[in-house]
C-alpha cells in the first residue's frame, strides 16, 4: 500500500507506463523506456526509483459494497496503467513494502536511508547513495497495517 502523507499540490504524476510484472501500490520501480513498462531494479538502488500506484476503483461485485478497502484494491497485474510518483525533497510517503515480521518493520530503523531492492521492496542502503531517508517506522495504516515513512532528502 502506499500513502501520500506530505507532497507539493500540483505535482504531474506519470501516468504513461504499464506494470511489466505484477507489483503492488507503493513498491519502488524503475522505467524501462524501450518497453513503456515500469519494473523492478535489476540490482538495489535509490537512483531514478519511483512509487508505483494506480488508480484504485472498484469494480465488478465490489461495487455492490458500501465500504471497500483499498488494501483489496492494491494489487497491479502485469499489463495494467501504473502511476509513478516520483518524491523531491521535503515529501512524506508511507510504505508498507518492506520486511514485515510479526506485524512490524523488521531490518529497517529510523533515520536509515533506503532503496528498492530487486523485489520492489524497500531496504536499508548500506553502500548506495539514497535520498530516502526513513523517519518512521511504527507509523500504522489505518492503525493496524506496519509500515514506514519514508522523506525525500538531499541524497547522501
Request: glycine content about 10%; overall charge negative; proline content about 2%.
Amino acid at each position: 500500500m502506499f500513502r501520500n502523507l506530505q507532497d507539493i499540490n500540483s505535482k504531474p504524476i506519470n501516468a504513461m507506463f504499464k506494470a511489466g510484472a505484477d507489483m503492488v501500490m507503493g513498491q519502488g520501480v524503475v522505467k524501462n523506456l524501450t518497453t513503456g513498462e515500469v519494473e523492478f531494479p535489476a540490482t538495489a538502488t535509490a537512483t531514478d526509483v519511483f512509487f508505483v500506484t494506480k488508480d484504485a476503483q472498484p469494480v465488478g461485485e465490489q461495487t455492490i459494497h458500501a465500504d471497500v478497502s483499498e488494501y483489496l484494491l492494491q494489487n497491479i497485474a502485469q499489463g495494467e496503467g501504473v502511476l509513478l510518483v516520483k518524491g523531491v525533497v521535503g515529501e512524506r510517503y508511507w510504505t508498507d513494502q518492506v520486511a514485515i515480521v510479526s506485524g512490524a518493520v523488521s531490518g529497517i530503523a529510523v533515520g536509515d536511508r533506503v532503496i528498492a531492492g530487486t523485489d520492489g521492496k524497500f531496504v536499508t542502503a548500506t553502500t548506495e547513495k539514497s535520498n530516502l531517508l526513513v523517519t518512521s517506522i511504527t507509523t500504522l495504516d489505518a492503525g493496524v497495517h506496519a509500515g514506514i515513512v519514508i522523506e525525500i532528502v538531499d541524497w547522501a
